[in-house]
């Protein structure tokens, strides 16, 4: 059985252009560690 946490979360706006200027990225940092196998980092 895994184990998953998010280390850390947070959102940008990248864009400047008139029609993209409200789009938002959002990052997520997920640590997953499965005993036995090993330990995961996502973005």
């Known amino acids: 059985?895994?184990?998953q946490?998010?280390?850390v979360e947070w959102t940008e706006?990248?864009?400047t252009?008139?029609?993209k200027r409200s789009w938002a990225v959002?990052?997520?940092v997920i640590v997953e560690h499965t005993p036995g196998v090993g330990?995961?980092?996502r973005h």
């Open 26 to 28: 959002e990052h997520r």
């Open 5 to 7: 946490r998010l280390a």
């Open 17 to 19: 252009g008139i029609g």
């Open 13 to 15: 706006n990248p864009f």
């Open 1 to 3: 059985m895994s184990e």
């Open 39 to 41: 330990t995961d980092v």
